[in-house]
């Protein structure tokens, strides 16, 4: 599966911010998709996944104010991100496997990355 990212950029604080990651490939083996960022001199994190049936996960850090989605037609995953903070700052990566537990063991590598895409948050 591959994996292209797209929609960062920089925002205000309290902004928002939609990302997108158009896959294709072999798209119908991804089970869980799912989105992390690595903020600079940190550990890549979590953010939110997402399964094939729909189900959500979310990091504490980000509930109620980043949605996760997809629209299998076309092959897309999203990340809506409301009120963001300069704590949101971080390269956001897409990522796919097709093993469902991914979307909840998160300490579990998943098989493919996108690329990446830069969300600054300053004022």
């Known amino acids: 599966v591959q994996l292209v990212e797209s929609g960062g950029g920089l925002v205000q604080p309290g902004g928002s911010l939609r990302l997108s990651c158009a896959a294709s490939g072999y798209t119908y083996s991804s089970n869980c998709m799912g989105w992390f960022r690595q903020a600079p001199g940190k550990g890549r994190e979590g953010v939110a996944t997402?399964?094939?049936?729909?189900?959500?996960y979310y990091a504490d850090s980000i509930k109620g104010r980043f949605t996760i989605s997809q629209d299998n037609a076309k092959n897309t995953l999203y990340l809506q991100m409301n009120s963001l903070k300069p704590d949101d700052t971080a390269v956001y990566y897409c990522a796919a496997d097709r093993d469902r537990s991914r979307c909840w063991n998160w300490a579990l590598l998943f098989r493919s990355w996108g690329q990446g895409t830069q969300v600054t948050v300053s004022s």
């Open positions: 997402i399964d094939r049936d729909g189900n959500t």
